[in-house]
């Protein structure tokens, strides 16, 4: 399985995270924060699934983009998934000719621009050789974490959340989970403001990865970026050995 946290930045330093997009072996976009913004539509065009994991701009951004620059160029819409908060969010305050157009509606000749499939917590769907399997994580709004198996390896991505337990369970019940890719959004000193949030601190980071069973890689990943020095800093200082920062652009292979 291949993974790659899609780049945000477009200067220096390139390594901040604005917004949010995982692209999986090239065809499986989690979240749509970036994507639209990645390479030429051509390869934009590989992506055939769309996961969004919850209804916040850093998560979604760029979906319209990506919808627009590859309109015509496959002969099948994408499709999104998600729960039902985010297909409304979409309906009623994206897609509604207003902010954007109604892509819902709107078609490409006789093509839509996309089509949505709902996801609920527990449900798994299989997309092009993966199996994913949707969990509730606990954050401010409705949102899901997946977590992406093919033949060899299984992946955890948790989305924003705080504290959380279930996806937990789901993944340490697998005997392939390779890697983790968790937020350490905020440094400890503002762990009032990651509890308001329900985001993690450097602190909080440490706690949760301790639910994940012994030997899986861990990445952080959703370093505020006025923050990312001090968060850097903070991780190494864990001493955790699987654990690296998530780097933009970076090919990760399991």
């Known amino acids: 399985m291949k993974v790659m946290l899609v780049p945000s930045a477009v200067s220096e330093p390139t390594g901040q995270q604005y917004l949010t997009t995982f692209l999986v072996n090239d065809d499986l976009a989690i979240d749509a924060g970036s994507i639209g913004f990645f390479a030429d539509p051509q390869t934009q065009a590989r992506v055939r699934h769309v ?29 999104v998934y998600g729960s039902s908060v985010v297909h409304d969010c979409l309906r009623r305050d994206l897609f509604n000719d207003r902010l ?3 892509f819902f509606q709107l078609k490409a000749g006789a093509m839509p621009f996309l089509q949505f499939e709902t996801l609920e917590s527990g449900q798994s769907v299989s997309l092009d050789g993966l199996g994913i399997t949707a ?16 033949e060899s390896a299984a992946v955890a991505f948790t989305s924003d959340t705080g504290p959380t337990d279930e996806i937990w369970r789901r993944a340490n019940e697998l005997p392939n989970l390779r890697a983790v890719f968790l ?4 440094p400890s000193e ?8 329900k985001h993690f601190t450097t602190e909080g980071f440490a706690k949760e990865v301790q639910k994940v069973k012994a030997g899986t890689r861990l990445f952080a990943v959703h370093l505020k970026a006025r923050f ?27």
């Open 51 to 79: 996961l969004i994991s919850h209804s916040h701009i850093d998560h979604l951004a760029s979906l319209p983009i990506l919808l627009d620059n590859i309109a015509l160029l496959n002969d099948a819409p994408v499709t």
């Open 190 to 197: 503002l762990g009032g403001l990651a509890e308001a949030s």
């Open 100 to 102: 954007w157009p109604d």
């Open 183 to 186: 937020e350490a959004t905020f």
């Open 135 to 150: 969990v509730a994580v606990n954050h401010v709004v409705p949102t899901l974490g997946f977590i992406v198996e093919d």
């Open 228 to 254: 990312q020095a001090q968060v850097r800093a903070e991780l190494a200082a864990l001493g955790l050995p699987n654990l690296e920062v998530a780097e933009p652009g970076r090919e990760y292979h399991f």
